[in-house]
């Protein structure tokens, strides 16, 4: 089966691919989730739930710009695409940033300066369910074959064509 940039980026130079550009985001986004549910259910402010929130936040939206940052300058502009599929799967992936990067800069600040602690609450949980939703659209499309809307006679990458 042929494979979307996505799955190939994790699959290549296992596990270490795996681990920068899937395991880790998921766990601090996993757990930025699951200390979210506790911080809007609560409607905390402060203590340390809140600040162990706060800093997951910053981490993973700054480790994710990095991630951006380095797929667009080494691996981006090098992708030969392999159709509206491919394109969605790693569009959603990188889109992912402006969720994070919102949510850091939220945390220290420089967005959200005139919201009240309500407001603030509210665009960090959109901002995260953002993030969620481009994440597993990236998801379902990077598990996709991309040539599944290429038509026939698709070349398969082993050197014969695959009949659709």
Same mark, same amino acid.
């Given at each position: 089966?042929?494979?979307?940039?996505?799955?190939?980026?994790?699959?290549?130079?296992?596990?270490?691919?795996?681990?920068?550009?899937?395991?880790?985001?998921?766990?601090?986004?996993?757990?930025?989730?699951?200390?979210?549910?506790?911080?809007?259910?609560?409607?905390?402010?402060?203590?340390?739930?809140?600040?162990?929130?706060?800093?997951?936040?910053?981490?993973?939206?700054?480790?994710?710009?990095?991630?951006?940052?380095?797929?667009?300058?080494?691996?981006?502009?090098?992708?030969?695409?392999?159709?509206?599929?491919?394109?969605?799967?790693?569009?959603?992936?990188?889109?992912?940033?402006?969720?994070?990067?919102?949510?850091?800069?939220?945390?220290?600040?420089?967005?959200?300066?005139?919201?009240?602690?309500?407001?603030?609450?509210?665009?960090?949980?959109?901002?995260?369910?953002?993030?969620?939703?481009?994440? =597993?659209?990236?998801?379902?499309?990077?598990?996709?074959?991309?040539?599944?809307?290429?038509?026939?006679?698709?070349?398969?990458? =082993?050197?014969?064509?695959?009949?659709?």
């Amino acid at each position: 089966m042929n494979m979307t940039h996505y799955m190939q980026l994790l699959a290549t130079n296992q596990p270490w691919n795996l681990i920068f550009y899937m395991a880790i985001p998921v766990v601090l986004a996993e757990t930025l989730v699951a200390t979210e549910f506790f911080v809007v259910y609560k409607r905390l402010t402060g203590g340390t739930l809140r600040v162990f929130n706060k800093l997951i936040g910053i981490v993973l939206g700054v480790y994710f710009l990095g991630v951006f940052i380095n797929l667009m300058v080494g691996v981006v502009p090098h992708i030969q695409w392999l159709g509206w599929i491919d394109v969605v799967a790693v569009g959603f992936y990188l889109s992912g940033v402006i969720p994070l990067v919102g949510i850091a800069l939220l945390e220290v600040g420089i967005l959200g300066r005139g919201l009240t602690n309500d407001g603030k609450m509210r665009l960090h949980f959109i901002l995260l369910t953002v993030f969620l939703v481009v994440a =597993h659209v990236a998801m379902v499309f990077g598990m996709l074959d991309p040539t599944l809307t290429m038509g026939t006679g698709v070349e398969t990458g =082993h050197g014969h064509n695959m009949k659709m």
